[in-house]
């Protein structure tokens, strides 16, 4: 079975410090990958999503940036953070576009 | 207007009720549509896919309709565990958008 990986669980971070959150899937290749942030109490946003190594498309232009180094590795970064950065940041993983979504545990990033 | 809209609630139901949440989304050519719930701080978990002939799994009920462009979601027999937010998933192409959620509480 299929198992998605996240960490760390939480994070505090000072006001322009970087970032970097790292995502593994288990159990299947190719996968489709997507990082969101949902600050608190808002709906989810879509920041990234990735279709094979080294392929990122970008949903929002902002500090963030997101790369694909391994087929099932997925990383979050920023070079600077933001107080608005703070929020629970997910990785999500589909067989292809348009199917359903299975989501990791989460990072929960407060910038201070 | 938003994509995919859901009335945030809350809804506050006893248990044994039965509580229906409805999701209207604005682009015709939406293909693919879900139910996912969201406990409190946790990640969301698919609740369901919703096809175009409805489908049913135990207490739970989703139906399709394209030509209004909405999809439902009916739960029977409300649970204390079934508190929780109900997002809805629109997917098209390579879009995929979830709805801001209804918010669902089940009083003893």
């Known amino acids: 079975s299929q198992t998605i990986h996240q960490w760390p669980a939480t994070l505090v971070q000072p006001v322009g410090s970087p970032l970097s959150l790292e995502c593994t899937v288990e159990?299947?290749?190719?996968?489709?990958l997507y990082w969101y942030r949902q600050a608190a109490g808002r709906g989810l946003q879509l920041l990234f999503y990735s279709v094979g190594i080294g392929q990122i498309s970008s949903e929002v232009p902002q500090n963030l940036s997101a790369s694909r180094p391994q087929d099932r590795q997925f990383i979050l970064s920023s070079k600077k953070l933001l107080l608005s950065d703070s929020g629970f940041y997910l990785c999500?993983?589909?067989?292809?576009?348009?199917?359903?979504?299975?989501f990791g545990p989460g990072t929960r990033l407060t910038v201070t | 207007r938003k994509e995919v809209e859901q009335d945030p609630g809350p809804f506050n139901v006893p248990e044994g009720a039965t509580v229906a949440f409805n999701c209207t989304y604005s682009?015709?050519?939406?293909?693919?549509f879900f139910w996912y719930r969201q406990d409190c701080r946790k990640e969301p978990k698919l609740l369901m896919s919703v096809y175009s002939s409805g489908n049913e799994d135990g207490r739970f009920t989703a139906q399709l309709n394209r030509a209004s462009q909405y999809i439902s979601l009916l739960i029977r027999d409300s649970k204390l565990s079934d508190s929780a937010t109900y997002l809805c998933?629109?997917?098209?192409?390579?879009?995929?958008?979830f709805g801001p959620g209804t918010s669902l509480s089940v009083i003893p």
């Open positions: 159990g299947t290749s190719n996968p489709n």
């Open positions: 999500a993983w589909s067989r292809d576009l348009g199917y359903e979504q299975y």
């Open positions: 682009n015709s050519a939406s293909q693919s």
């Open positions: 998933v629109v997917t098209r192409r390579d879009k995929v958008i």
